[in-house]
């Protein structure tokens, strides 16, 4: 066991002994049915506080091998699925938060430097008889080799580069070449999962990353319902603590997100898990959600200035409205193309940043509803 390699379950553990947790462990028989196969690349993009570490503490704690995880997982949705007991506590696993190297280091380099340090440092640990020659590659690719056991690789925070080092190409270009290395065409990996709020960068007419699996806030598919509080699960929740389900979808409401399956179409109505929880903890309705992002960077965006993920670059309507959308401050339905203010909780703000805007700038810039 290290920092990295086999954490253990205290994360998920923690999230299951809250005074409220809502069981999404159902999502881990979508990542089973992928493992070893030409779809075991999945990256989920959603706003901040809408479950991603909370999910990613959730399969470590399913996959690692050096816990016994039956006991937090017996009473939980997964245990129903034929491959609960086939892939639970057998692999080994990486879970890694890139914002914890990006924040200690100056540059790009650097950040990727420790990663690799801190990652070999623990496989060492594990593995001592095995040599490496100091690339993480080949370490990985010399223990698959010794013990037949592909690696579960665990990314949060992925796109946080993009966001912090918004105008280096450069770095951000090195940044997913390291990622297509150590990732892409490796027999050692059993399942590469990330998870972020931007979608994955896109280079030319090609993705350095295109073997990922993209699930994002504009096209969800069939994750939908496990990042955010479905309906039913507020309505739940609302008749334990007493409080208005009415009052709660004024508040907290309004993601739309669609999915297309063999079945048909289907519309998921989804809410901010951190602000149902607070408001429900609290017994009271309030901002509880933009509390995470500020309105200083809603200002900027609210200019229309084409999207290109770095969070700086627009060049129509259609990619400030884009950027939004995986921000959380709109919902999309991509049936009639639209986008709006998703709730009474966004909304105030967007009020909040528009009050401290020069008015004369507000109004200069048209604005649109509708993306084609």
Not at 59 to 64: R, T
Not at 159 to 185: N, P, T, V
Not at 206 to 217: D, G, I, R, V
Request: aromatic share 12%.
């Amino acid at each position: 066991m290290g920092s990295y390699l086999n954490p253990r379950n205290k994360g998920f553990y923690e999230s299951i002994n809250s005074p409220i947790y809502v069981d999404k462990t159902a999502l881990i028989e979508k990542t089973n049915a992928v493992l070893n196969t030409r779809q075991k690349f999945l990256c989920v993009s959603r706003p901040r506080r809408f479950g991603k570490s909370m999910a990613a503490d959730m399969l470590a704690a399913y996959y690692e091998r050096e816990s016994d995880s039956a006991e937090l997982f017996d009473s939980l949705a997964i245990s129903r699925s034929e491959s609960y007991r086939k892939h639970r506590n057998q692999y080994d696993v990486l879970k890694i938060n890139m914002q914890d190297f990006l924040s200690v280091t100056s540059n790009m380099e650097e950040m990727l430097r420790l990663l690799q340090e801190r990652i070999l440092a623990d496989l060492k640990q594990e593995y001592p008889d095995i040599t490496d020659g100091g690339y993480l590659v080949f370490m990985m690719q010399d223990i698959y080799i010794h013990t037949k056991r592909p690696f579960i690789i665990l990314i949060d925070e992925w796109d946080c580069l993009f966001r912090e080092y918004q105008q280096d190409k450069e770095s951000q270009k090195k940044y997913l070449d390291f990622l297509r290395a150590w990732l892409k065409d490796k027999d050692y990996v059993a399942l590469a999962y990330m998870t972020g709020i931007l979608p994955i960068k896109k280079y030319g007419s090609h993705s350095a990353l295109n073997m990922f699996t993209e699930y994002s806030m504009t096209d969800p598919d069939g994750l939908a319902e496990y990042f955010g509080f479905t309906e039913s699960e507020v309505q739940s929740l609302c008749r334990e603590y007493q409080m208005n389900f009415e009052e709660a979808q004024a508040w907290y409401d309004g993601y739309r997100l669609i999915t297309h399956t063999a079945e048909g179409t289907g519309c998921h109505s989804i809410y901010s898990p951190k602000s149902v929880v607070e408001a429900m903890l609290r017994h009271k309705y309030g901002t509880y959600w933009n509390q995470t992002e500020t309105y200083e960077a809603l200002k900027v965006y609210i200019h229309t200035g084409t999207f290109e993920n770095d969070m700086t670059t627009f060049a129509t309507k259609d990619d400030i409205l884009t950027l939004l959308v995986h921000l959380g401050y709109l919902t999309y339905d991509s049936i009639q193309e639209t986008v709006s203010i998703p709730n009474k909780e966004v909304s105030l703000e967007y009020m909040n940043a528009i009050r401290t805007m020069d008015w004369h700038e507000v109004v200069r810039t048209p604005h649109t509803a509708t993306m084609k």
